[in-house]
């Protein structure tokens, strides 16, 4: 049992943390973006919602997907910068965030469905995507299968790996342990996350990260595992749209650059500037290119 001494160290140590600078404090709600669910087939879809003053006329959704076991909240200072002409919708997908995760681990393909049956029943019968890791990989599926409803995607990291290094990464989920009955695994993954934020990056930004990655609890590898079981070098050759593929640095950029050999219509972008937390360091340069791609006319 602790003593009286350290009680009151560590009461003295949350006082002086509550004093700190207030670039350590939790961030107020992002300006312009509120939060929504939609009922959908694994039950409530959460949503965060950037609204424009005005939108285009027939300018489509933009949906944003995210990196598991993250959530759509890793794309709180993007949503504002894309919201220029256009309502863009950050999704969490099925069993990450604050949406309801399903009864049993789902396909790719039914991770994808369930996300655009909900949001072209609120939104209209036509978006585009915009996909990070393991999100990209669910727009990829998407725009293959579904190019009516698809537009246009915009794909960054491509996880698209050959099959010995599927089939490796699967075999590693099976052997992980999500959480240790002492708590080991969570120094790591602090550290971890601290080593690779971006300059732009607070460690309240670090924290709040963390906090993401435990939320979907002994749950977290399924969408992983979902996109790691499926081949998407078919998926990519037919996929007709024009595409735009960005590589950051982060390990992905070999695999980003093949997917975009793949497509018939694909634009690649290289960020050797940006690897993990890009869209905390440099939303207004993420957000112009894709923007731009969106825009131009065919």
């Known amino acids: ?51 424009p ?19 759509g909240r890793m794309f709180d200072r993007l949503l504002p910068a894309l919201a220029e002409d256009r309502l863009v919708v950050a999704v969490d997908t099925p069993g990450y965030g604050e949406s309801d995760r399903p009864a049993a681990r789902p396909s790719l393909a039914a991770y994808g469905d369930a996300i655009l049956d909900a949001l072209v029943a609120a939104y209209g019968p036509r978006v585009d995507l915009f996909g990070y890791h393991t999100g990209a990989a669910i727009a990829v599926d998407l725009a293959a299968r579904r190019p009516a409803q698809v537009r246009r995607p915009v794909l960054v990291a491509v996880p698209f790996f050959e099959a010995a290094r599927r089939a490796e990464l699967m075999r590693q989920f099976a052997e992980k342990k999500a959480y240790a009955d002492d708590g080991s695994h969570l120094p790591p993954l602090w550290t971890g996350s601290f080593r690779a934020r971006a300059p732009g990056q607070s460690l309240d930004d670090v924290a709040r990260l963390v906090a993401e990655k435990q939320r979907a609890g002994l749950y977290g590898e399924w969408a992983l595992a979902a996109a790691m079981e499926t081949d998407l070098g078919p998926a990519l050759a037919s996929i007709r749209q024009p595409a735009l593929v960005l590589a950051p640095h982060d390990g992905l950029e070999d695999e980003s650059r093949a997917a975009a050999k793949l497509m018939p219509d694909a634009r690649l972008v290289e960020l050797p500037g940006h690897a993990y937390g890009l869209f905390d360091a440099a939303p207004a340069e993420i957000a112009r290119l894709a923007l731009g791609f969106l825009r131009t006319r065919t």
């Open 53 to 71: 003053g005005r939108a285009a006329a027939g300018v489509p959704p933009l949906v944003l997907l995210h990196q598991s076991p993250l959530s």
């Open 1 to 51: 049992m602790a003593s009286r001494r350290e009680l009151l160290a560590g009461l003295v140590g949350a006082l002086a943390w509550c004093g700190s600078p207030a670039r350590a404090l939790p961030e107020p709600p992002v300006a312009g973006v509120r939060r929504r669910y939609l009922d959908g087939r694994f039950g409530q879809l959460h949503l965060r919602v950037a609204q």
